[in-house]
């Protein structure tokens, strides 16, 4: 009897032609240019997005050393302008997002069990697009000047035509086309994540049986795709009216100021939340391994985190009580917003019931969770006072809302990136880095923050405007400003820690073995640093936390009893007969990606011979893309 498997050891491969020889290497330096290895995309991720934070925590530096004193001369106006407006964009979108889908890239097709995720090509494509697209923006800087509207780009400032002297120069051309382009990446990430969970979780990988992690990216990835395309319609409305004379938002031509606002916020503020979910995420992670516990309420903070992707889409206007919407608009989105405190404030409390009672270590990627909790709940009060639409009127365009937006973003987000860079980094690279320092890092980076950002408030509610590049003296607003200024440098100082921490690691650390912290969920499941294939056999799932019930079991008191060695299944390595078939590496992604920087260069500088050429490439390149199997035959 013939089987399947026999006819198919018989079929002849015939060779294609193609435009370009595929790459079939998947180690050495070239390698990270056509891989489509969700690990090693999540690695690149990684890298940039710490590279861009970098130099927005240096454009940080210069705003605090220009406001050192009353009446700074470090930076012209414009120069401030500039600074200012490329540190909130770096934040947002070079650093914050893509940290988040490295984190993401790496981890989920491991959480759930998969051996990559579901479109490896598109997930190379979405990083070219991020690195090309930040590259883009700062490229502004040598290129006539870089995008000084700030990061939320109001119009009819950005949007006004450059001959009316506005906002001459191309920055705010730079902002909007690069803007639309870091777009294109989240999309493409965002629609991988949320079929890669649907379509590749492992047997018996129920949706609640998946990690905290995953949900709360998944959420991250819903919102992103429908967040994305309003703010890339506001963006193609303000490059329109800056280049082409249109008046989406010119009053005196009929048009509305105010749809600029009610169009950014409404990307705007569940972009709050796609930047903070993923912190709650990893510190959903971190808690129960080093207090050795399960989450406290597992369901009730899947669900929290659901409830505030809902209504995280109702809250835009409260950035807007200022502008004159009006009595009943006020009071509606002043409860909407003080009604998501609610699933936040629950998250809060089922975070501090798995730390109560447990037998906590206080381990560095513990202390940057705490750190999370402390800092993101101190964020949420200031935010709910912004709720209360009289306070929010005084402090509107003060350093008030300033510290407000560090706490929760700073102190939420960064402090639990952090956190997971400690926890996860023995996953991917194989080492542990040293604690003595990675506590040091922390203490340091804890004074620092609070020294930066809580003067803030106290200079906002005196009366200090934000995005002012001076201030005259005899204000009372000088000695706050110097600490802020000690603090930046503190969280530099903590930064740099944790550099000479990662060249510490790399040169004198010792391998730590596949499960350092006697971690809970499936992606310790495999070797660290994980095989190309993730798991020789996928796993099948029984529980939630998959991979503590495999190591531990209770006796008939309860009590933890750990299995005997090997009860565990060991899955890196394949059985000999085994063969597994991963996606190939491709040029494509990178190819087709090239011609959105020709295009957007076009664009800006209205040279339509560089348009024509930007469209023929990606037509070159979609070409190229679509011909090519998406693993090669015969491998």
Known sequence: ???????????????????????????????????????????????????????????????????????????????????FTMHGTTMIFLMGMPLSIAFGNYLIPLMIGARDVAFPRINMFGYWVFLLGGLFLYSSFVLGGAPNGGWFGYAPLTSTPMSKGFLPGHGPDFWTIGLIMLGIGSVTSALNFIVTVINMRAPGMSMLRMPVFVWMMTVVAFLTLFAMPIVTAALMMVYLDRNFGTNFFNASMHGDPLLYQNLFWLFGHPEVYILILPGMAVVSEILPVFSRKPLFGYSVVVFSGIAIGFLGWGVWAHHMFATGIGPVAQSAFGVSTMIIAVPTGVKIFNWLGTVWGGAVRLATPMLYALGFIAMFTLGGLSGVMSAIVPADTQQTDSYFVVAHFHYVLFGGLVFALFGGFYYWWPKVFGKMLDERLGKTSFWIMLIGFNLTFFPMHIVGLEGMPRRTYTYGAGLGWDLLNKLETVGAFLIATSVLVFIVNIVHTKLRGEPCGEDPWDARTLEWATSSPPPEFNFAEIPIVTNRDEWWHRKYTEDEDGRLVRLPAGAATATAEPEAHHHIHMPSPSYWPLLFTIGLPILGYGFVFKNWWLVGLGAVWLMFGMTGWATEPSTEPGT
């Open 1 to 83: 009897m013939t089987t399947v498997e026999d006819a198919l050891t018989h079929v002849e491969t015939k060779p294609v032609n193609r435009m370009l020889q595929r790459p079939r290497s998947t180690t050495g330096a070239w390698s990270w240019f056509t891989t489509v290895d969700h690990k090693k995309i999540g690695i690149l991720y990684g890298v940039t997005a710490l590279a861009f934070f970098l130099i927005g925590g240096i454009e940080a530096l210069l705003i605090r050393v220009q406001l050192w004193g009353p009446n700074g001369t470090v930076l012209t106006a414009n120069q401030y302008n500039q600074v």
